[in-house]
């Protein structure tokens, strides 16, 4: 009896103390400034030609709740929140009901979002699934259900919400689909909008008619058991044939999303903008989007990784000249997972490092034709410590080889003979004055890609390559402006030469190696098999670790970069490979399609000289195999040039 007593009073408590808490936070939320949610944070972003494709919240025309389809209401209230008049801003049944479902099914297919709190959710400048956002987000939600009435929050929300194709807000959406305004909405195709928010990459009827058809269906049915319609009002809607009138995107909606978020991340950075306008909005953000490249960029990867659902791929794609980042995208699906990997992840980079020291090699008197030999080799370095790197396949010449064959091979055992013959600290330099921030240990495996990288530094150093030698910063935003016109913000780009021209020049060539079959030895370069689909003379590296696969490449007017991997770390088997090499050089020739074969002025330093590619030697007439090779003026190869082999012996 006692002990009851005693869980009553704490019981009393604790109620007296949620009773405080509560009248406390609602007084502290209504003596607060009302938050003005027709301009709060109504960031609109514009692609390179000055289209409008996101608008974090507001819409081009905000229209009053009485002058939307009764039912349209109707259907969104019954499809997405169907106590939005009785509850104030968290529907706990639902939400407990959520949390049975997904336990007993362990998944996450329920949710329990209201009206409110997914009008909060488009109130945010980003979309990451953090304690600290959701935290954010309850409550701006209790700030709107204080401040505003539910006709205000439901208002505010159907002019905000997103319904595919770049369309926001219901006005735009009853316009683009239907050519009519957001009043003049019938039963059917208000049933058929009210579907799409959940998912515009799977619900909009130019994405999959069949599956928009069945949502539309199901919420019909939805509102006969709710008794919101009669049994006749369902079957002829059911049966309406819907004509559309706006154009199929051949962008993935959901996939953009990951450039805007990109966007985001860079706009914070940016010290120009002021503090106040990134809390309360109200700018405009022009972007380097191209909304074509975008496109191909999201269809390659659509086309080529069609299987291993839980394989995961990032890309980027950079005009080297200028630094702009014209496409990008950071997952598979945006609605699935918004971890952006083109700006949030690193992972190893594998032998996509080996340029890099190739670079450096070129700097320090290596050519072309410069030979290790190819063999089974164990390096013994500080301490009498021991390093045996392999070859992929064990596959081995026994025999020199230039460098551009191994560049072809990507040969393990030739990169670290030159990177311990340069130095350990030479990869190191020479990557951090190509703008590679991340920490790079001086260490025998360094040139095998064990180092962790960002696929945008990555592609901003092989942008270097391709800009003959000149650095650049990847940017994603061009110009800032308020709501107002007046540029708070504008990139100037600035071009840095960090390279020579006529080395760079030499290793572009030697990139091209690695689809070229003149390298058919004792081994294949390693992209032999994407050859047939090369057009254009393109460079090319791609790199392996047990855990990811790079594919990086340029000419002289767009770098692309394409990683494919587990989220989780886990091994990558070999048949996944050809995902990388297959996205990139698809995206590469879709983007140059029509265009010329552009490549690079050849210096007034840099001879050609006919050569047997394996060897590296002056081609002679018993050669099955010749080749022009690139080399500056005075270290042209001979028939009597020594391996660097054995000059370390002789050392």
């Known amino acids: 009896m006692k002990k009851f007593k005693k869980l009553l009073k704490v019981c009393f408590f604790f109620f007296v103390f949620l009773v405080l808490l509560t009248s406390g936070v609602y007084f502290y939320i209504k003596t607060s400034p009302k938050l003005e949610i027709k301009s709060a944070n109504a960031f609109l972003m514009y692609d390179a030609s000055g289209e409008l494709f996101f608008q974090g919240s507001g819409s081009q025309e905000w229209i009053n709740l009485e002058d939307i389809s009764e039912y349209l209401i109707k259907t969104t209230i019954n499809t997405e929140d169907k106590n939005f008049y009785s509850h104030h801003g968290f529907d706990f049944l639902r939400i407990l009901k959520a949390m049975y479902v997904n336990v007993t099914s362990r998944s996450k297919s329920q949710g329990a979002s209201t009206i409110s709190q997914q009008y909060a959710k488009n109130l945010f400048l980003d979309f990451d699934k953090t304690w600290e956002r959701k935290i954010n987000e309850m409550w701006l939600t209790m700030q709107l259900e204080v401040h505003y009435s539910k006709d205000e929050i439901l208002e505010g929300y159907l002019n905000t919400i997103n319904y595919g194709h770049g369309m926001y807000g219901i006005e735009n959406a009853a316009k683009f689909y239907f050519d009519k305004s957001a009043k003049d909405l019938d039963l059917a195709e208000s049933a058929m909008l009210a579907g799409i928010p959940k998912s515009p990459s799977y619900y909009s009827p130019f994405v999959n008619f069949e599956l928009a058809k069945s949502r539309q269906i199901n919420i019909l049915n939805q509102l006969l058991k709710n008794k919101v319609i009669s049994e006749k009002e369902c079957e002829e809607a059911k049966q309406e044939e819907l004509v559309f009138v706006g154009e199929k995107s051949d962008v993935n909606v959901a996939n953009i999303m990951y450039y805007q978020d990109a966007v985001m991340r860079e706009l914070k950075e940016i010290k120009e903008i002021p503090s106040s306008y990134l809390e309360t909005g109200g700018i405009r953000i022009y972007t380097n989007l191209d909304v074509r490249a975008q496109s191909i960029l999201e269809n390659s990867i659509k086309n080529n990784l069609t299987t291993e659902k839980d394989l995961q791929v990032s890309s980027v794609m950079m005009e080297p000249s200028s630094g702009k980042i014209i496409a990008l995208v950071g997952g598979r699906d945006y609605n699935k997972s918004q971890y952006n990997r083109a700006v949030q992840s690193v992972r190893q980079v594998g032998s996509t490092m080996k340029p890099f020291l190739y670079y450096a090699a070129l700097e320090n008197g290596f050519t072309s034709s410069t030979t290790f030999t190819s063999e089974e080799t164990t390096f013994t370095f500080a301490n009498n ?105 504008e990139k100037k780009t600035e071009k840095e030469a960090i390279l020579n021209k006529s080395l760079t020049y030499i290793l572009s060539n030697l990139l091209t190696s690695t689809y070229d079959s003149a390298f058919i030895d004792y081994n294949y370069p390693t992209a032999i098999g994407i050859a047939p689909k090369i057009k254009h003379k393109l460079a090319l590296k791609s790199g392996t670790t047990d855990t990811d696969h790079w594919s990086i490449g340029y000419n002289p007017d767009i770098c692309t970069a394409v990683w494919i991997g587990y989220d989780n770390n886990q091994s990558i088997s070999t048949s996944d490979y050809k995902y990388s090499r297959n996205i990139w050089v698809e995206a590469m020739e879709n983007y140059l399609e029509g265009v010329e074969d552009h490549w690079y002025e050849q210096p007034s330093n840099v001879v050609g000289v006919l050569v047997n590619p394996i060897t590296g030697k002056p081609a002679t007439e018993a050669d099955e195999k010749k080749k022009i090779m690139y080399y500056v003026k005075g270290t042209e190869p001979s028939n009597t040039d020594m391996v660097f082999d054995e000059l370390l012996e002789l050392n």
């Open 385 to 489: 410590q021991n390093y045996s790197p392999q070859n992929y396949g064990n596959q081995y010449g026994n025999k020199p080889i230039s460098l551009a064959t191994a560049i072809s091979y990507s040969d393990n055992i030739y990169a670290v003979k030159t990177h311990m013959f340069l130095g350990e600290d030479a990869l190191v330099n020479i990557s951090k004055r190509l703008g590679i921030t991340a920490k790079l240990e001086e260490i025998p495996s360094l040139p095998l890609g064990t180092a962790e990288i960002s696929i945008k530094e990555m592609v901003s150093a092989y942008s270097a390559f391709a800009n003959e030698g000149y650095k650049v910063e990847g940017y994603l935003i061009s110009r800032v402006e308020d709501l107002k016109g007046n540029v708070l913000y």
